[in-house]
């Protein structure tokens, strides 16, 4: 006796001849099977609509119904009979009759749904409102999404979508630990969605793919004020962050040199004292001042100052750590903040800035007077911190004029005898 055809082959026999556009959806709104009919009714083939959600083929004021349905489908909330709007692919909507027969698991559980299909009527374009809403949503440079109370993502629009590959209704069905591929519930932005089906909306920056996204995660309410879900915005805001960045580094940055301003110096002074008065730990600073610069400006140009200005701050971030903070405040004035320091480390900084420039061969020599100031030895506030260092800056700019002069004076001595010699 011939066995019974399988109801697999069964099912496929069915959608292969019926005239009725069938389909069958999970739970999540994700389409498993798709018939001839579907595809002369909608317009797209089994290979365009397999594994892609329903929300596809819907109208924006269809969505929420399927949300609903989608919802009550596990405790036998299907509706079996229906009229109501779709779409073709060419975008034209379509009145459509519909039936639904629930599908079981062996447990009984309704874990899908068949829908079959017949065409009633064609509607002949939106209204103008519709019409406007829709090229609205299509458009904002904008990421939209829905989500169940399961975080389960149940509609996406916004034509943001591009930059990030995903396509109008391409993230229904997946939830929100799947997208962002994040188990943990307290993660951005997930616990911002949980927060949201509480009642507390939220805004944040987020980072996803080398793109920073601001987003705006909210209750999702049915017409009743009941909480259904969550409704997010997310704008990319990469670029906006770029030109951010850009004014804030020039608004804290000199110019000539790529060191920090008097106003990052200060600012960072200022933390580091009152971090210190808290831990009670001690830092340093370095006041540099690049000896002869009117002379070089003088006998060489402005150009040559400049140059001269550069090969300083080079020396300056060479020697000093990533988390020190180097600075030019001034024309000629230069400091250091170096965090987590003692007298003995600065004086090694100092020594290392100043053999640096002897062992630079580029002319003009340079050189620089450098005062130290320590936390809290020399003071415990920012005031008494430079003056400390800048005395002892000065103390040993006058020293050094003093030996210059001295030098310079034995020179013209030795030059004049050696004339008179020769003149014997």
Known sequence: MPQPPRPEHL???????????????????????????????????????????????????????????????????????????????????????????????????????????????????????????????????????????????????????????????????????????????????????????????????????NRVLDIHVEPLRSAAGEIIGCIGVGQDITERKKTEEQIRYQATHDGLTGLANYRKFIDTLEREVHRAERSHHSFTILLLDLDELKRINDRLGHLAGNRALKRLAAVMKEQCRSTDLAARYGGDEFGVVLIDSDKGMAEQVAQRIEASLRKDHEEPALSVSIGIGVYPDDGRSTQKLLETADQQLYRRKRTSRNQGVTVAVDQETQANNRIKARGR
């Open 11 to 209: 099912l496929a026999a069915l959608l292969e001849s019926a005239e009725d556009a069938i389909l069958s959806f999970a739970l999540d709104g994700t389409i498993q099977s798709w018939s001839r009919g579907a595809e002369q009714l909608y317009g797209y083939t089994a290979g365009e609509m397999t594994g892609q959600a329903m929300a596809r083929l819907l109208p924006l004021n269809e969505l929420p119904g399927l949300k609903l349905m989608l919802g009550m489908a596990g405790g036998e909330g299907v509706c079996l009979c229906e009229r109501t709007e779709r779409l073709h692919k060419n975008g034209e909507k379509l009145s459509v009759a519909l039936k639904r027969t629930p599908l079981r698991n062996d447990d009984g559980e309704i874990a899908g749904i068949l829908e079959s299909g017949r065409i009633t009527g064609r509607i002949i374009g939106d209204t103008p409102e519709e019409t406007q809403l829709r090229l609205l949503i299509e458009q904002l440079p904008v990421i939209l999404w829905t989500t169940d109370q399961n975080l389960r993502i149940t509609s996406n629009w916004g034509s943001g979508l591009k930059m990030h590959r995903a396509q109008l209704g391409d993230l229904a069905g997946k939830n929100i630990f799947e997208y962002m591929k994040s188990a943990d519930r307290n993660a951005t932005p997930i616990v911002q969605h949980y927060a949201a089906l509480r009642g507390t909306s939220s805004r944040f920056e987020y980072v996803r793919e």
